[in-house]
């Protein structure tokens, strides 16, 4: 019963703004793939494949090469020696003296088909070396341009979405190359047949490719259906992703029982799947009934070959030797053709999600830290660390988060910044540790500029720990070379403690060592905040609060300073 109540069309009803693809651009150049599209696109397609293939591991993609070449020739001299053992066979005289004659051709035969199938088995061999390799370059490729690009690219619309997207195509990223292997084998093969049908009688060679049309004309559009499907639904589909890693993590693991998340997500994950099969289900039937209608329209186009070559016998245009190789040649020369429409509809697919991969790789490139920040090296570690005027806005927002913002800390001071959600405090931190170049104004570590600063360089004199930080997969000698900052984790007092200060507190003000405190004004609201986002009944002012928020930790109410 759960199983008919999830696949229910009242469950496929989903469709929350949230989970829609919004990449326009992409749905109209998937709504617009056509066999022309296709046999534009498809050589392109297989020269980049090689060209990935070529720079992981050149010697597989040269013996790839030559083995699809050598398919191709093997084939065209196995059809030819098909078509002189028949001419030895039928030929008048002794059968022994005939098959004597056909023996170097049966020769040939036997020969070509042994070496084809040898260098099919290569091929699979050298495909499977270059898969695993293509795949962890692309992951690679992806990952690194996401860390080389500014933080600020995480906040701007879209940005997080477009990595999502194109994670699939890093997946498919060997599929491409595979793909372009099985387009070139059956290219090579068709060669071959073609080769041998122009020699027997030229007719034969146009008319297959009218009889392949109707099939590629369905291939293309079963491809662009199931491709604009995947498209719709890729929104829908990471958030399952999501709601399964969130309902089996363990940080999330008491929230998911005690306080009942975990049953409404459980009814979240149903519908949002049942609306995902829903849309898969749809284009798989309309791809079969594509496919239905293709094939039915391909076997009335080759029952016309097929006729045509018996006109071509029986009116003696062509010799009964000659049209049994042709049969042969017809055979090899249709399956090629619909391999190279099969191959190709799945490669133009492919490179379709291969094709949002670089465009996240441009994304992220165009935001790289290379192009904004300079190459300087700090000299020492840093000593001062001063905000001058400094205004900051994030992409897309109405207002400035910081506006004005002056200040310096001295290495071993503690600063604290307190104030409610929204204030900027977390900014602020980003700011002094250099993850953020500010849109106005100047952040200096010992007046040398953030902005002229290598930035890994520099962010190894700096330990940013969150309140909420991360569980790293490191083993204990790995964890060793994340220095400074795994030290504040190991420490027995809590780092985000507003009383021991240990590692890194965000609030909406500053402390200062004189116990003055800096106010924030919240720029949405126009409101002076209190630190920590609320005041008690005995603050008399936001600095008494301030250090109030200081002292809770250990129990004490000493508030001189003030």
């Known amino acids: ?147 080389g690009a500014e933080l600020a690219a995480n906040n701007k619309p879209g940005y997080n979405d477009a990595y999502d997207i194109a994670d699939r195509g890093a997946q498919v990223t060997p599929d491409l190359v595979e793909e372009a292997q099985d387009v070139l ?83 979240q994950y149903r519908k949002l799947a049942a609306s995902v099969n829903a849309a898969e289900r749809k284009a798989a039937n309309t791809g079969a009934w594509t496919g239905l209608a293709g094939a039915v329209a391909g076997g009335i186009a080759s029952t016309a070959v097929w006729a045509a070559l018996l006109w071509l016998l029986a009116s003696g245009r062509m010799s009964l030797a000659a049209g049994g190789g042709a049969v042969f040649a017809l055979q090899t020369a249709t399956g090629s053709v619909r391999g190279i429409i099969n191959g190709g509809a799945r490669l133009v697919r492919t490179g379709w999600y291969v094709q949002d991969r670089q465009n996240f790789l441009d994304n992220a490139h165009g935001q790289a830290m290379t192009d904004s920040r300079g190459t300087a090296s700090l000299t020492a570690v840093p000593e001062r660390f001063e905000v001058r005027d400094v205004t900051y806005r994030y992409d897309g927002a109405p207002k400035d988060s910081l506006s004005g913002v002056s200040l310096h800390v001295r290495r071993g001071e503690i600063a604290a910044l307190v104030g409610e959600n929204g204030s900027g405090k977390t900014t602020l931190s980003r700011l002094l540790c250099g993850l953020l170049l500010p849109t106005e104004g100047d952040v200096a570590w010992d007046h040398a500029s953030t902005a002229d600063l290598d930035p890994w360089g520099s962010w190894e004199h700096v330990a940013l720990v969150p309140q909420k930080f991360t569980y790293l997969p490191l083993t204990m000698r790995q964890r060793t070379q994340l220095g400074g900052l795994l030290e504040a984790l190991d420490r027995p007092t809590d780092i985000t403690s507003r009383s021991t200060f240990s590692g890194h507190v965000t609030c909406g003000a500053v402390v200062d060592p004189l116990g003055r405190v800096l106010h924030v004004l919240h720029l949405a609201s126009g409101k002076v905040l209190a630190p920590g986002g609320h005041t008690e009944p005995g603050d008399d002012s936001l600095a008494e609060a301030a250090l109030r928020e200081l002292h809770e930790g250990v129990l004490t109410e000493d508030r001189d300073g003030c």
């Open 1 to 147: 019963m759960e199983a008919g109540q999830d696949d229910s069309p009242q469950g496929a009803d989903v469709r929350e703004e949230e989970y829609l693809y919004r990449d326009e651009s992409r749905l109209r150049a998937g709504s617009l793939l056509t066999s022309r599209t296709m046999a534009r696109r498809l050589p392109s397609l297989v020269r980049r494949s090689v060209q990935m293939a070529w720079r992981v591991d050149r010697g597989a993609t040269i013996g790839l090469l030559v083995c699809q070449i050598g398919t191709g020739v093997l084939a065209a001299l196995g059809l030819l020696a098909v078509t002189g053992t028949i001419t030895a066979l039928i030929s008048s005289g002794d059968i022994t003296e005939r098959l004597w004659g056909a023996a170097p051709q049966l020769s040939v035969i036997a020969a070509t088909t042994g070496l084809r199938a040898l260098l099919g088995i290569t091929v699979v061999w050298l495909t499977g070396r270059l898969r695993p390799v293509l795949g962890r370059a692309a992951e690679l490729t992806m990952v690194e341009a996401a860390l």
């Open 185 to 267: 084998a059956a290219t090579a093969t068709l060669a071959a047949g073609a080769a041998v049908l122009a020699v027997l009688h030229p007719l034969l060679l146009p008319l297959v490719f009218l009889a392949c049309l109707p099939q590629a004309a369905a291939y293309v559009r079963s491809a662009r259906v199931i491709y604009l499907a995947s498209l719709e639904t890729s929104g829908r589909r990471r958030m399952l992703g999501k709601l399964r890693w969130h309902m089996a993590y363990m940080e999330s693991s008491e929230e998911m029982r005690a306080g009942l998340a975990g049953p409404f997500l459980i009814g």
